[in-house]
């Protein structure tokens, strides 16, 4: 199993990023697929989710700037990032979940300048 992700970097306020996922190794189609987020000296905490049918979730803090999408014939989980704002600095995870089954990337850095 793999998730790959690329996309990171550094940007100005109000700017934006895509972050890319790409998976292999596990039935994609069937999984659950999440972007989570740590700042340096905090915790991982949820940003994302889309369901194997297409449903989608947002954190708070993240909802009317941030867009995932999937595509499954590609094997690949996206975050779309506009108006990107300082406290969004942090490494960015893709993950992979279905029943006990929870898969992780190793991530990339996102920081953006104020």
């Known amino acids: 199993v793999q998730l790959v992700e690329s996309g990171g970097g550094l940007v100005q306020a109000g700017g934006s990023l895509r972050l890319s996922c790409a998976a292999s190794?596990?039935?994609?189609?069937?999984?659950?697929m999440r972007w989570y987020r740590q700042a340096p000296g905090k915790e991982r905490e949820f940003v994302s989710r889309?369901?194997?049918?297409?449903?989608?979730n947002y954190a708070n803090s993240v909802k009317g700037r941030f867009t995932i999408s999937r595509d499954n014939a590609k094997n690949m989980v996206y975050l779309q990032m506009n108006n990107l704002r300082p406290e969004d600095t942090a490494v960015y995870y893709c993950?992979?979940?279905?029943?006990?089954?929870?898969?992780w990337g190793k991530g990339t850095l996102v920081t953006v300048s104020s």
């Open positions: 190794g596990f039935p994609f189609s069937t999984y659950n």
């Open positions: 993950n992979a979940a279905l029943f006990n089954n929870n898969y």
């Open positions: 889309i369901w194997s049918g297409g449903l989608t």
